[in-house]
């Protein structure tokens, strides 16, 4: 009797515990599904698709770099550079290391930086 009642109490323990993992597991599986189309991980850190960290040109505030000729994204309509970067993925339009990186990003993903740099004010 006073053996199960040990058994019992460590059962439950092992379930709480358990419980904690799962609700820890959910919390860090979040952020990581959310990266896949977060504007600003790719704006900062590209992808690993051949996407460069467009901060790396256009500025991590979106102002652009005049002395790289890199224009200012901050503030435009996010239409605007989800058309400009389907264009460019297409090799119509920009340079050719922009043509790569618009073609390393997903649709979705265009979106997701065009939304980004549209939501950052205007330098
Ligand atoms: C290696 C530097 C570099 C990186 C990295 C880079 N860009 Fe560019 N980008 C440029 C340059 C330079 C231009 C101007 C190209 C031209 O028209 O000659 C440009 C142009 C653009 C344009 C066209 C703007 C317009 O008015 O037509 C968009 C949109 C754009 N970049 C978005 C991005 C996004 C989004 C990323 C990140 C995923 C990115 N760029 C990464 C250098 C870069």
Redesign the pocket.
């Given at each position: 009797m006073k053996e199960a009642g040990k058994y019992f109490f460590f059962e439950k323990k092992k379930q709480k515990t358990f419980g904690l993992l799962s609700v820890a597991l959910s919390l860090l599986a979040a952020p990581a599904l959310a990266q896949d189309v977060s504007g600003k991980d790719?704006?900062l850190h590209?992808n690993d698709n051949g996407?460069?960290?467009?901060a790396?040109?256009?500025g991590v505030n979106g102002a652009g770099n005049t002395s790289?000729?890199?224009?200012v994204?901050a503030g435009?309509p996010a239409n605007?550079?989800v058309q400009?970067?389907a264009q460019?993925a297409q090799g119509q339009?920009?340079?050719e290391?922009?043509q790569r990186?618009?073609a390393g990003?997903s649709p979705a993903e265009?979106q997701a930086?065009?939304t980004y740099?549209a939501g950052l004010p205007k330098p």
């Open positions: 790719i704006v590209g996407a460069l960290p467009c790396a040109c256009h790289m000729g890199a224009p994204l435009l605007m550079i400009a970067l460019m339009g920009g340079n290391i922009m990186v618009a990003l265009r930086v065009a740099f």
